[in-house]
């Protein structure tokens, strides 16, 4: 049984995107709702020199804080259109605009518990 990550992990997640402006930020816990991970990131991004960005941020954020590397990359090559970081109890997903209109995953999995991540200083919102 694995141990699980915490809604604090889910949010360092997040505040590494955070850091390189991914935008329309939201956790939602997945714990009470599915085995296979506890908390999605999604996040979306505006070109692909943006998604590489963010990309890199969350790596070095999970590297240096939890000593981890993603399990699995999704979509890193090509068009970037959505680029999945698997780090098996938090799964990050990157959207450009367009790419997150189309899969909406807070629709998904809409009965999951959603929280929000705003930058205060770029007065971000979080999709609907």
Not at 3 to 26: M, Q, Y
Not at 50 to 68: F, I, M, P, T, Y
Not at 79 to 101: C, E, G, K, Q, S
Request: glycine content about 8%; overall charge negative; proline content about 5%.
């Amino acid at each position: 049984m694995r141990a699980g990550a915490s809604p604090e992990v889910a949010r360092g997640f997040a505040g590494a995107a955070l850091t390189k402006k991914a935008i329309d930020l939201v956790i939602l816990d997945l714990r009470k709702l599915t085995s296979v991970t506890d908390f999605f990131i999604v996040g979306t991004v505006s070109t692909d020199v943006h998604s590489r960005a963010v990309e890199g941020a969350v790596k070095e954020w999970a590297k240096d804080e939890l000593g981890q590397r993603p399990w699995h990359v999704e979509g890193a090559e090509g068009t970037r259109n959505w680029v999945l970081l698997d780090y098996i109890d938090v799964v990050v997903h990157l959207f450009l605009p367009d790419a997150r209109a189309y899969y909406t995953l807070e629709r998904l999995w809409g009965d999951a518990p959603m929280e929000e991540i705003r930058d205060p200083e770029q007065g971000n919102h979080a999709a609907p």
